[in-house]
């Protein structure tokens, strides 16, 4: 296998199809798939599962996308050492974001890459923990943010720190409520994502609570939208809803009794990334440091103190939610 072929596998891995990789690269299908067979024939493995819908990559094929990785990587930084140019870093970066934090980090992070690297083309790709997951373990994204991300010895994880998660809801919006207990959040009619509402109820099934979710609905833009105009309450992570609130269209609300939150890390597959994708993992690490974007994933607008600490749901003394009594009554 020459360094082309080399080149020609990585790209088809990490777009997830021949076809679009052949348009990118300038070359016929039919050839590009011969290229694969033949570094197939070569390795006397299968690098890639046909599937209707593009490839994905096999355990060889991941294990052999993680040396070649590696090969391209020294090679980089060895061009880049002999002719001094460190920075001129360029070439395609995929990058995943979750659907609950693209609005609050992506423009943050493509206004400071093409800052410190404008020959690097960024390819943002949006979706929920499991479909970022996916894509990073078949090869179609260099590196990822996710939220309670899984164990897998082919992925590095770095943990970023904690999002915390609050019911928002916009019926009702001059209420004095100040907060949901735990039964409470049990009883309201939910609009929430299929990975939201299982993460959720597994952190709240040690208390024998499940979920109303009348709304299932695998869109934070669909969920956002019925929110905002009133069709039900939700719950999600704080930034998600974050304009809404301060704009005073949507209300955001606390749940006492349990630290509801999930820990957000960035994600890579194993072994030395390339220059490019080292370079934005950094950014997104720094951005996701300052002041400004750790207050967003764990305060809502207006708190004083971020939700992920001891008791931060609990009523205030004297405040007309905690005259309030309530019946803690179990959950179906």
Same mark, same amino acid.
């Given at each position: 296998?020459?360094? =082309? ?73 060895? =061009? ?11 070439? &395609? ?25 404008? &020959? ?30 899984? &164990? ?19 019926? &009702? ?35 024998? =609570? ?59 597959? =194993? ?62």
């Amino acid at each position: 296998m020459n360094w =082309k072929g080399m080149e020609y596998f990585l790209h088809v891995a990490d777009v997830g199809s021949i076809t679009m990789a052949a348009r990118d690269l300038g070359i016929a299908q039919p050839a590009l798939s011969r290229h694969i067979r033949r570094l197939e024939v070569e390795i006397g493995a299968e690098m890639f599962h046909r599937l209707p819908q593009g490839v994905q990559l096999t355990e060889a094929g991941r294990q052999f996308h993680e040396r070649c990785r590696r090969i391209m990587h020294e090679f980089a930084l060895a =061009k880049q050492d002999i002719s001094g140019r460190r920075g001129s870093l360029h070439g &395609n970066v995929a990058f995943g974001l979750p659907d609950t934090l693209a609005a609050l980090l992506a423009p943050s992070l493509v206004r400071r890459l093409r800052v410190e690297a404008p &020959n690097i083309s960024l390819r943002i790709v949006e979706g929920d923990g499991p479909f970022l997951t996916e894509a990073l373990l078949a090869g179609r994204l260099q590196a990822a943010i996710l939220p309670a991300p899984v &164990n897998t010895p082919m992925l590095d994880v770095l943990p970023l720190g904690p999002e915390a998660i609050a019911v928002f809801d916009a019926r &009702n919006l001059q209420d004095a409520r100040e907060y949901y207990t735990l039964a409470e959040i049990c009883n309201l009619p939910l609009m929430m994502t299929t990975a939201l509402r299982r993460f959720v109820e597994a952190q709240i099934s040690g208390f024998g =609570k499940r979920l109303n979710v009348q709304v299932e609905v695998d869109s934070i833009s669909a969920i956002r939208r019925m929110v905002v105009a009133g069709m039900g309450p939700s719950i999600l992570p704080v930034a998600t809803l974050r304009e809404e609130v301060e704009s005073g269209v949507v209300r955001a609300f606390p749940i006492s009794g349990i630290e509801l939150k999930r820990v957000l890390a960035i994600v890579q597959p =194993k072994g030395a990334p390339a220059p490019a994708p080292a370079l934005v993992v950094r950014i997104a690490r720094d951005e996701m440091a300052l002041p400004r974007n750790e207050g967003a994933l764990t305060m809502i607008p207006g708190q004083q103190r971020p939700l992920d600490y001891p008791g931060a749901a609990e009523p205030r003394l004297g405040s007309r939610a905690s005259m309030r009594v309530r019946e803690e009554t179990s959950c179906a």
